[in-house]
């Protein structure tokens, strides 16, 4: 049979170390894994002279100067040392050092909620002008008014505080500990309310330093403006609103991009704001705080946690000291009476402002490299095959897992940190955004030929992994089905190398995805009821569904959205000679990410399930053990070879997906060789439905020749047990569209074509060994000269041995049907047949000796002319003895040799004696004598699958010898 399946059909994973003559291929994340590590370094280089500060500071300064000390050194020397303490203490609490010291992340993205921030905030100091106009609190009331004063300076000191405080909120994600719907509504009011806010204030006009009142004159471009910008956030606010018809317009006005294009027009009406308060009025000293005040903003709101506020007050201050050099008071000279008080002290205070100034240039250095990280997150992305927002998360996840990495342990210590580890690590974690993580770079990674082997490599050592992996394909829940398809995605690339029974359970969870969208009504009035037909109709899905959900995801990824590698994508080089653009696209690449590419029907879960059992089949016999004990696996699977069904909700291409997996899944089924190859046969020929599938996908003009190819095949390991042979012989149209295929195949004369014509051949052989009613069926077929057909067919060399297999069941199982000019036609091909016998071996030469054998039963006259007048005789008794001689232990490709060659020497002598004596010339008793002596139980079958013998033959080896050497002896 052909492609049987065996055990050795595992995955061999390279050894280790094997290839190390060759120099491996770079990992795709080695350049983002160099740059973390520059970055950790200078951290480290930083922490370090913090440390070595701190302990200068302690020790020698405030413990060995503590009197001779200048009271601004003192008080440098202990804000350094508290600032220092600070991070030293935090570094012992992860959380706490992400929120104050971590490098990472030190500046962040402003993205719109930044900016609408900062409108608010800007707005706020409008208002307090405005105050200030309208009450007339100007310098000279403010100085003789304390409580006013007073007042005034804890405003002033507010607005300078708050947008520190507002920005560590918006870095560290509190708004997520709100509900979900919370704040979505909070992101739809926040900007029309910052546009809104700006509206009292348009009217007011000014003499001198007071308010006056309302005013239209010279306020109508200020009020156009602002018109056009509350239209353009209130349009943005009702486009995000979740109403089909919305959603309908918002797509056909902005297309596949409007997350960006709204993204766009929100930021660049804050700016538009933000320049409007700047010049709201004409006051220089109100512009001049507004402008400043709006820069403040935009840097401390860009502040991810203290870290760059932190260097750059290290950095003064030690600034500050080293260039003044006034250490020793304001007299700035060295007391005579008390030099012992002193020695030393400036090279120790120019040693510790020179490490306080280092460390902090340090970590600014490393803040701005961290911003420049996203060049060579971007190029793993395109390197690794990360694609889209989820792509994006990843590498920054990966970047933020690496870094960690390498500021643990020592400084030079081999860290072994990768892509693939990473992968895992997550996969392995309690949340489920790092598992839906883990599983869609797991899948990514297998994709690429440089990572796939290695990955392989791990995940099928790591027991831990595997079991996770098989546990998530049971995760029913709609929150995770995104997760539980790649999980299946992964499983299927696994499955090659994967020993179900090492994960118990395994078969039960994959069985479980052929039932995704698929639940059937029993469709009997008696037996169904409506709740039942509902409850089953709501949760039918189909893989519109599925895609849905995954684009909505299980998270919530509205961070993870990046305008710009979004329009970069959207930029087509219309002419090529513009070097504009061709500068602009180099460019690009440094950004950009790919494209993420949509699921396809080949992902639908049934799909998948079936693709990962088939995979199954070909590691290990015990898989196979497990699928005949999976209840009801094999139902489900012949299930979807219905090309007719109605009961689903899979559209016609999807459903056809499925019947071509679950064929695919079949053939491979029914060749596993072997007891188990024999009970699952079995099993699937009792299928009551099946036959009738698989003849109408070989009727229905709409299947491809790959789906009856696989049909064919199907129908031929069937056809290797004889109560399926009887069974697909009951079924005159499966004969037909076999003979169809066969004998008058497609002009076009591609593999597919000519695979199919093959395998169909073969069906046909299967079906008509040993069986009289399919060799008569076949025989009687209209449309045909069948005999004629095979023996043009058999001069062509790849279908030479099906046509001649074929010819000898008909001459053995239909002699009384032949009709003259079949005879005749045999007569014509004889010669061909034992021009063949003379050089053929092996299979080959057991089939034409088997055919040669029954023509000579069947037209004797004609055989025993053709040795004459081709003076072959001699050269053919000659070739039987031989083979007979050199074939002393049967093999399974061709374990009926030795019997052919008896049947064809019996069949001759019996015919004509004369041939007697030119056996008893080439020594045949001598080879019978030797074939008595090797006989083997294994001669009496006419087909092996692994160690399993098949179609038994009627008359024993030992029956077919005694026979000959009667007939020898009768000479």
Same mark, same amino acid.
């Given at each position: ?434 598992q839906f993580y883990g599983i869609r770079m797991l899948h990514s990674l297998l994709q690429r ?29 709609p929150r995770d089905i995104t997760i539980r398809l790649f999980a299946a995605k992964v499983i ?53 569904? @599925?895609? #849905? +959900? *995954? ?7 509205? /961070? ?5 590698? &979004?329009? !970069? ?102 060749? @596993?060789? #072997? +007891? *188990? ?7 699937? /020929? ?5 036959? &009738?599938? !698989? ?177 072959i005789k001699d050269r053919f008794v000659m070739r039987l003895v031989d083979v007979l001689n ?86």
């Open positions: 049979m052909a492609q049987s399946r065996t055990t050795e059909h595992c995955v061999q994973m390279p050894a280790h170390g094997a290839g190390q003559g060759k120099t491996a291929a770079p990992t795709p994340e080695k350049q983002l894994n160099c740059f973390v590590r520059c970055i950790a370094l200078i951290e480290r280089l930083g922490n370090a002279l913090g440390t070595l500060a701190f302990t200068w500071a302690t020790v020698v300064l405030l413990g060995g100067y503590p009197t001779a000390l200048s009271s601004k050194d003192f008080r440098y020397a202990t804000a350094i040392v508290s600032l220092e303490a600070a991070r030293m203490f935090s570094h012992n609490n992860r959380l706490d050092y992400q929120l104050f010291f971590r490098t990472r992340g030190a500046v962040r993205p402003l993205g719109w909620n930044g900016l609408t921030v900062i409108v608010c905030l800007s707005n706020a100091v409008l208002y307090l002008f405005m105050i200030r106009k309208t009450y007339g609190y100007g310098y000279q009331t403010l100085k003789h008014s304390t409580r006013d004063l007073e007042i005034f300076k804890a405003w002033a000191l507010s607005m300078i505080i708050v947008p520190a405080a507002l920005g560590q909120i918006l870095s560290l994600g509190a708004l997520k500990l709100l509900s979900k719907r919370l704040r979505r509504a909070i992101s739809l009011c926040v900007p029309l309310v910052a546009i809104m806010l700006l509206a009292p204030a348009i009217p007011y006009y000014y003499e001198g330093v007071t308010v006056v009142g309302y005013t239209l004159r010279n306020t109508m471009a200020k009020w156009i403006v602002f018109l056009l910008l509350f239209l353009a956030v209130l349009v943005l606010t009702i486009s995000r609103l979740r109403y089909p018809r919305i959603t309908k317009l918002t797509e056909h006005a902005l297309g596949s991009k409007q997350v960006f294009w709204r993204r766009l027009i929100l930021n660049s009406c804050m700016f538009a704001v933000l320049v409007m308060l700047a010049f709201m009025h004409a006051d220089p000293f109100y512009r001049s705080v507004m402008i400043t005040y709006e820069v403040y903003t935009l840097v401390v709101v860009t502040f991810g946690n203290l870290q760059i506020p932190a260097a750059i007050i290290r950095v003064v201050l030690a600034s500050l000291r080293l260039g003044s050099h006034s250490y020793y008071g304001d007299d700035g000279h060295l007391d005579k009476r008390n030099p012992e008080d002193k020695t030393n002290l400036v090279p120790s205070l120019n040693i510790f402002y020179g490490m306080v100034l280092g460390q902090g240039a340090l970590y600014i250095a490393a803040c701005m490299l961290d911003i420049f990280s996203f060049i060579p997150q971007r190029s793993l992305a395109r390197q690794g095959g990360f694609a889209g927002k989820w792509g994006v998360e990843c590498v920054k996840l990966y970047y933020a897992y690496a870094f960690e990495k390498y500021m643990e342990g020592g400084v030079v210590a081999p860290k072994k940190i990768s892509l693939i580890t990473f992968a895992m690590d997550s996969l392995n974690s309690d949340s489920t955004k790092n030929d440089l990572t796939r082997t290695h990955l392989l490599s791990k995940l099928t050592t790591s027991t831990n992994t595997i079991t996770r992996l098989i546990n998530m394909l049971d995760w029913t829940s299927a690339e696994l499955a090659n190398s994967l020993r179900v029974v090492t994960v118990p359970g395994t078969m039960q969870v994959v069985s479980a995805l052929l039932d995704y969208g698929n639940q059937q009504k029993r469709g009997n009035p008696l037996l169904d009821t409506d709740d039942k037909q509902e409850e089953i109709h709501d949760l039918i899905l189909n893989a519109n569904v @599925i895609h #849905g +959900e *995954i684009q909505d995801a299980v998270l919530d990824t509205s /961070s993870l959205l990046e305008p710009q590698d &979004r329009s !970069l994508q959207q930029v087509h080089i219309d002419e090529q000679n513009n070097l504009m653009l061709i500068w602009w696209q180099r460019i690009s690449k440094f950004w950009s990410v790919p494209k993420e590419e949509p699921l396809t029907d080949q992902d639908l879960l049934p799909a998948l399930g079936m693709s990962i059992l088939d995979s199954l089949t070909s590691c290990d016999q015990d898989n196979c053990e497990e699928i005949n004990k999976a209840s009801g696996l094999i139902s489900k699977i012949i299930g979807f070879t219905n090309y007719s069904r109605s009961d689903t909700m899979y559209t016609c291409a999807q459903w056809r997906v499925l019947v071509m997996s679950s064929l695919k899944l079949l053939h491979s089924l029914t060749s @596993i060789n #072997g +007891e *188990i190859g024999i009970t699952l046969r079995h099993k699937i /020929s009792k299928h009551p439905f099946l036959l &009738r599938n !698989l003849a109408y996908i070989l009727v229905d003009n709409m299947s491809n020749t790959e789906s009856r190819k696989l049909v064919a095949g199907i129908l031929r390991n069937l056809a290797v047990h004889e109560n399926a042979r009887q069974a697909i012989g009951r079924i005159q149209v499966i004969i037909s569209r076999l003979m169809h295929a066969f004998l008058t195949p497609e002009p076009s004369n591609a593999d597919d074509d000519r695979l199919l014509r093959k395998i169909s051949g073969q069906a046909l052989t299967m079906l008509a060994m040993d069986s009289v009613n399919n060799c008569l069926t076949m025989l009687r077929e209209t449309g045909y000269v069948f005999i004629k057909e095979l023996t043009s067919i058999i001069r062509v060399d790849r279908y030479r041995c099906v046509a001649a297999s074929l010819l000898r069941s008909m001459c053995l199982h239909a002699q009384q049907e032949l009709e003259e000019s079949d005879q005749r036609e045999l007569s014509y091909a004889l010669r061909e047949v034992l021009e063949r016998t003379l050089i053929a071996d092996g299979a080959e030469l057991e089939i034409f000796i088997g055919l040669s054998s029954q023509i000579c039963k069947v037209i004797p006259e004609d055989f025993a002319k053709e040795l004459e007048d081709g003076h050199s074939y002393t232990e049967p093999s399974s490709h061709c374990p009926g040799i030795r019997r052919v060659i008896l049947e064809q020497a019996i069949n001759m002598m019996e015919h004509d004696s004369r041939y007697t004596n030119c056996f008893i010339d080439r020594h045949m008793a001598e080879a019978l004598s030797m074939v008595e002596e090797t006989a083997s139980e294994a001669e009496n079958y006419s087909l092996f699958l692994g160690d399993v013998g098949l179609m038994e033959a009627r008359e024993p080896l030992s029956s077919l010898m005694a026979r000959a050497k009667q007939l020898l002896a009768v000479r």
